[in-house]
Each structure stands twice: as C-alpha cells, then as structure tokens.
C-alpha cells in the first residue's frame, strides 16, 4: 500500500468530519482510507495540465431572484421535528 | 391481481374509463404489498389511511374532470431521500429516523398535482451511499426475481417494488448508477435524466452536482409520461434548467432507422460476464437490422471514471451532510459533554459504516495540503471524461453498451470489500459526472433466471432519442417481467 494513514491523519479527520471513531473503527479507517487513495492517485496518470477543473457539466450562474418571503411561517411545524424545543427556538448544549 | 398486470398507463386509461378506480387501484396495491413485502422489503414506510385518502381524492377529480392527465389515480413509491410533507422521510438512516418534512419535494409535488397517488417510502442504500440497499439502517430489500440476490442500489426498493407489482412506478434518485443499476438488476425501465432537467428540491443531497431524480417503470411509454410530468423548471434548484422540449412521449416512435450507435470498445472488456455481453450485443444487433447504424469505437477515460466519481461525491457528501448535528431534526445522542461532543456522538452512533466511510474520505480530500492533490485534479479529469464524451456524441446518436458487469450478486456478497463494489459502478459513473441522460432496459436474463439491462446514453438534452431508440428496442424484445 503505497497510502500509509497516520494515527494523527486520522485523528484529524474525524476532527473535520465530526466523528468520534472507537479505536476498532480507527483501524479499519486507515485501512480503507489508505487503500481509496492508492486506487485514486491513478489519476495521476493524466497530465491534465492547462485543463481548467469542472464542478458543474454546464455554465451555470447565479439564479437570482428577488428577497421576497414566498413561504409561510413553519416554525411549529418545523420545531417538531427538533430533538429539544422550547419558546420557539432549538435547545443545544452550552457552548461557552 | 388482474389491476397490477397494467402499466401506469394502462392504469390511469382504465381509470378514465370508469373500468377501474383509482380507490381500486390503491386497495390492489396495499394487498399485494401486505402479501409480499414481507419477503421483499422493498417498502421502509406505509401510511394505509393517508393513502387510501389521497386515492379517494384524486378519484372525485377525476369523476369531476378535473384530473385527466395520463398518471391520474395511479398509485406511486417514492424513494426515501425525497421529502414528503407530513410522511416520515429516514434517507434510510438512524440519524433520520424521526423525520418528518414539513414540505414535499418539488418532484413528489408535480407528480401529485398529476394525479398520482404517493403509496409509501421505498428502501435504500442509507443517504444513497452503495450498489446493493444492503446499507440501509432498516434492513436489505431482496431481489423480487430470487430473494437470495441483492435488488441493486441505491434505489433497490423502488426498482424492487416495480419488478414486483407493489407499485404502477416509482421514483429514485441517481448519482452513480443508482437508478439504471437497480432497473438492470430487477428487469424494470429506469432512466436518469440530463443533470437539471428534474428539480432536485427535496432531495435529500449526496453528490449535488451529480443527483438526478428519475423514474422506475414497468415499460419505456411509463418512462417517457413520468419523465414528461417531472421535468419542470423550479427557481428553488439553481442548477434547474428551462427545457422547451419536455414532450417526451412523442418521442415513443418504433424507428431506429438511420439512428448512430456507437459501441464502446472500453465497455466490453475485463471484468464483463460473459452472459452479459451476448445479451447487451444481441440487443444491438436487434437494432442494427431494424435500421439503426451501429459500430464500434474508443470512448477512452473509462478507467479514471470510478477514482474520479469517488473523489468528487465523497468530497460533496461530506460537506452535504454536516447538516446531520443533532440540532434541528433526527437523532440526537442521549448522553454528551458539551457540544461538539453532542455533534460528534450524534453523528457517529447515527451515521452507518459506508456513509462515514466516505464523508472521511471526502473530508481529506478537501482538507488544506491535499485539495489539490485529490478533488481539484478529479475536477480536471471530469472534464477531461466530459471531452470524451462530447467527442463520441459528435459521431453518434448514441452510445449503447452493458448497465453492470454482472446480474445482480448474491446478498452479502459485496460490502466486504468495498473498493470492489465501486469497480460493478464502471459503466454508469460517467454517465454522472458529464451530466448525460442514460436509461436501463431488460434486454435478457442470465442462466440464473436473473434479469440483464442494456444502457443506452445520449448527449445531453437528448432524452428523445434515448426513448426512442428504448421504446424500438423493447418493441423487438417483446414483453419482458416475472410470472408471479
């Protein structure tokens, strides 16, 4: 395997992705991860110099539309579906 | 029994015919779903009362002329990462698995204000993540053809449920294949559309810029009236785009004569079964001596196609599904220090092992030191894959070739190694990443009894000649489904 995942690679990962990986997972991870990125970094075969990145197939632009409200208020609706609620808003931890 | 032999079509004319109605249609489908999806489980959510209701009503328009359309009192599945208003919506994951929108998708909505009658959820891969409906936190739905085989994924329920007569049609969604595969892998019709043609509110997102929203049907005229009823401008999906030419049911024409078909060569190499490549080549001979003028040709790229696809919707998952913290909707963590533990808790005992898979290979290919490295050259090789196909279309109507190597595996079989499941993703990835429309129809089955797709693409916009070239080809073929 030419990918060779650190302990801290991974660490760093689950920072970014927000996940807490038991050490069983940790392990698999690097392995899967590793082996992903070999069988990726074929595209390293393909100069691609000069070749502008595409993330859209067609040329898309901003669509733009005017600041109007066109929906009605959902909050209850919407609050319902929330874990924790209460006078209206979404109840989180503490944050600081 | 004799209700679920019509295509939806057939349904909705019966129905206008005062032959059937469409409270009928709806009591034939939730008993031949009591009776079968026990086996199936094609189904995650049936609401019985809701939909006999919706029939009820769609029924009175139609007695009232209101309703006249040609899917008017047909009942259809639609797959669980479109949003429902006031029906349970999971992605079929845990960490949705108290969802309920408060809105339905714009797709869900076209098809209701044409008559349609919503049965339920279909199963699927969780948040479409996978080629089998094995990664579904609620259990694998089995192919209706041989319950010891996977229906494909991700939209192994719906396309399950059409095989099987417990829907007329039904609706999935398409990223890497997770339409056409399915269709292949269950004997049923499934086309995905040229990026943006289906308006993607309301779909719960995996790959953005690679989603399409499309339909699961018995035959090609369902593919083509479904199709004409979704594609829609919506200014709520900025990538939507106006289409003039959404008639696609006038493009129903058993004419193939003059029609450029091209075969690539790179499609029919290593790892093809050989069952499957007599079936897809026999398909083109049918063509040929109707009149199409079929030869073969180097796409090229293809072996890039599957890297390039996997960096790219892995990137776009992770960023698409941060919105899963616990806060607003779904599953929250019972016992947590703090916020951030709160979120990644939720997140880790919500989330199943693919999805996580890919949002930490997403999460390093965009991570500062490898954003070059990895996303931006799939970027650059997209469009390199694109060039490729813009060059074969300038030649060809088009392009003909196998859905999947192989029919479809056996339960259990696939999500040991999941690098080789990606590889059985070869044929339909690029169709997503150059934006193409492609379609899935039955052109045979392997000496397993197990249904084979043949996949034709067109250029983009040319949903027509896709339908057309599909409807002469099922014209030949003749009729295609399971005794029951």
């Known amino acids: ?96 | 029994m004799e209700l679920l032999k019509y295509s939806a079509v057939e349904l909705a004319a019966a129905i206008k015919e005062g032959k059937a109605t469409a409270v009928e249609a709806m009591e034939a489908t939730l008993s031949r779903i009591e009776e079968k999806d026990g086996e199936i489980n094609a189904y995650v959510t049936i609401d019985r009362d809701a939909a006999l209701a919706a029939a009820k009503e769609a029924q009175q328009k139609i007695d009232a002329g209101v309703l006249t359309g040609p899917l008017a009192g047909v009942p259809v599945a639609i797959k669980d990462n479109l949003c429902t208003e006031g029906m349970l919506t999971t992605c079929a994951s845990k960490i949705l698995e108290n969802f309920v929108p408060t809105f339905s998708a714009e797709a869900v909505i076209n098809l209701e204000k044409a008559g349609a009658v919503v049965i339920g959820k279909t199963n699927m891969d969780e948040f479409a993540m996978g080629s089998t409906t094995e990664t579904s936190a609620y259990g694998e739905t089995k192919n209706p053809w041989n319950l010891k085989h996977v229906p494909g994924g991700s939209s192994g329920g719906s396309a399950a449920a059409v095989a099987s007569n417990e829907c007329f049609f039904a609706l999935g969604s398409d990223t890497g294949g997770s339409i056409r595969q399915p269709a292949s892998f269950c004997g049923v019709v499934g086309l995905k559309p040229t990026y943006g043609t289906v308006s993607r509110y309301g779909l719960i997102a995996y790959g953005s810029s690679l989603d399409q929203i499309g339909p699961l049907t018995k035959n090609v005229t369902d593919c083509a009236t479904v199709l004409e009823v979704l594609a829609t401008h919506d200014t709520k999906d900025s990538t939507s785009v106006k289409r003039e030419d959404t008639d696609f049911s006038s493009a129903l024409v058993e004419d193939v004569s003059g029609m450029k078909i091209g075969i690539p060569r790179d499609y029919f190499g290593e790892g093809l079964d050989a069952e499957v490549k007599e079936a897809v080549l026999a398909a083109a001979k049918a063509l040929e001596e109707k009149g199409a003028v079929v030869e073969e040709f180097d796409l090229s790229l293809v072996e890039y196609a599957i890297p390039t696809y996997y960096t790219i919707a892995a990137a776009e998952a992770s960023s698409n599904l941060e919105r899963f913290d616990g806060v607003k909707y779904g599953y929250r963590t019972s016992e947590f220090d703090g916020l951030h533990n709160m979120y990644k808790k939720t997140r880790s005992e919500g989330f199943g092992a693919e999805v996580k898979r890919r949002i930490m290979l997403g999460a390093f290919v965009l991570s500062s030191g490898y954003y070059d490295a990895y996303y931006l050259k799939a970027l650059k090789v997209k469009a390199m894959i694109k060039k490729a196909f813009d060059d074969a279309f300038a030649k060809y109507d088009i392009i003909l070739g196998p859905v999947a190597p192989t029919t479809a595996p056996k339960l259990g079989e696939s999500l040991s190694d999941p690098l080789k499941m990606y590889l059985g993703d070869i044929y339909t990835i690029s169709v997503n990443l150059a934006g193409l429309p492609g379609i899935s129809v039955p052109c045979g089955k392997d000496s397993k009894g197990l249904p084979i797709g043949l996949q034709l693409i067109a250029d983009s916009f040319q949903e027509k000649k896709l339908i057309q070239t599909a409807y002469t080809y099922e014209r030949l073929r003749g009729a295609f489904g399971m005794e029951d």
């Open chain 1, 1 to 96: 395997m030419a990918n060779i995942i650190s302990d801290e690679t991974i660490d760093y990962v689950g920072i970014l992705a927000k996940l807490a990986l038991s050490d069983e997972e940790k392990e698999q991870a690097k392995k899967d991860m590793g082996r992903m990125l070999d069988y990726i970094d074929k595209l390293g075969e393909l100069d691609t110099t000069g070749i502008e990145p595409m993330s859209h197939v067609f040329p898309v632009q901003n669509a733009f539309r005017e600041d109007v409200v066109t929906n009605g208020d959902e909050s209850e609706k919407t609050l319902k579906n929330a874990p924790g609620e209460k006078d209206n808003m979404f109840i989180v931890p503490i944050t600081i």
